[in-house]
């Protein structure tokens, strides 16, 4: 599975020459997260995409800052994230662990303390 990239429109990713632009690495680190993530079934792609376009729509009303479509787009995943179940319930579960066993060893023990 491949994500269905927009080609033009207000949530198309700036591109060079038919090529993804990537002005700085964590631009190129956020594309590839919000990929992999939707390729796992983290989210529905066309719900990314309406997050994306909510996120420029609102920058766009009232601009703050300068333009970074990459920050829009993290925005968008963190929005998307946001409203997964799954997501929501590891982060319950984390929160509700015992101080000092932050890392799971796979047997819902902690590391062992």
């Known amino acids: 599975m491949t994500a269905p990239l927009a080609v033009d429109g207000p949530a198309a990713p700036p591109r060079a020459n ?20 939707y390729e796992a079934g983290a989210f529905a792609w066309p719900d990314f995409q309406q997050a994306l376009i909510t996120r420029i729509a609102a920058w766009e ?28 319930a590891r982060a ?12 799971d060893t796979g047997n819902g023990h902690g590391h062992g303390h």
């Open 18 to 37: 038919g090529e993804l632009l990537f002005t700085a690495p964590w631009e190129s680190r956020a594309f590839g997260m919000a990929v992999a993530l």
């Open 61 to 88: 009303a009232a601009p703050e800052g300068g333009w970074s479509y990459y920050t829009h787009w993290l925005g968008a995943l963190e929005d998307v994230l946001a409203l997964s179940d799954d997501v929501g």
């Open 92 to 103: 319950a579960a984390l929160a509700g662990r015992a101080p000092g066993h932050d890392h």
